[in-house]
T-cell receptor, first 112, second 111 residues
């Protein structure tokens, strides 16, 4: 079934550790996005990529980095995790333009 | 103040009821409007997608956009227990693909 795969599904991480969240899509979508979802705050954009080889900052980019080496993969890295990064992280993709975004099922990350 | 406001609920209705979910927004540049449904421990799933003002119907779901009032609505007819989920509104302006989301309304449909 075509869609977005995120890994891991959940993780508990010690503060200060480095962590990479993986996202792969098989729909050949040009654009990809990373959001975090926190209670009462909804989904907030961390980083995005309009096409392979390009990335941009969203609303809450600090402490996160991304890369887009090819069309299918868009990993999100926390260089040195802090407790405030405890959240549910969602990856999304869209064909481009203003086409709707499609989401994966998220990674639940707890930083202790 | 948030750009998009959405009542968190929970909204509890009996099976078969008509449900009305709403969002208000402050950015008059928003042109693209979406409703997503999110089940527990799952990702958001696109329900409705509209451009500018007007109505759009898809089965039991109707989306309305009133740009003059900066107000969007999602109506669910003949609600079912399987409609129990959190409903998120999302929107974006022309020229910017990233979405601005409401915080979501939790809906419970009682059998």
């Amino acid at each position: 079934i075509a869609g977005i795969t995120q890994a891991p599904t959940s993780q508990i991480l010690a503060a200060g550790r480095r962590m990479t969240l993986r996202c792969t899509q098989d729909m050949r979508h040009n654009a990809m996005y990373w959001y975090r979802q926190d209670l009462g705050l909804g989904l907030r954009l961390i980083h995005y990529s309009n096409t392979a080889g390009t990335t941009g900052k969203g609303e809450v980019p600090d402490g996160y980095s991304v890369s887009r080496a090819n069309t299918d993969d868009f990993p999100l890295t926390l260089a040195s995790a802090v407790p405030s990064q405890t959240s549910v992280y969602f990856c999304a993709s869209s064909p481009g333009g203003h086409q709707p975004q499609h989401f994966g099922d998220g990674t639940r990350l707890s930083i202790l | 103040q948030k750009e998009v406001e959405q009542d968190p609920g929970p909204l509890s209705v009996p099976e078969g009821a008509i449900v009305s979910l709403n969002c208000t927004y402050s950015n008059s540049a928003f042109q693209y409007f979406m409703w997503y449904r999110q089940y527990s421990r799952k990702g958001p799933e696109l329900l409705m997608y509209t451009y500018s003002s007007g109505n759009k119907e898809d089965g039991r779901f109707t989306a309305q956009v009133d740009k003059s009032s900066k107000y969007i609505s999602l109506f669910i007819r003949d609600s079912q227990p399987s409609d129990s989920a959190t409903y998120l509104c999302a929107m974006s302006p022309t020229g910017r693909r990233a979405l601005t989301f409401g915080s979501g309304t939790r809906l419970q449909v009682q059998p």
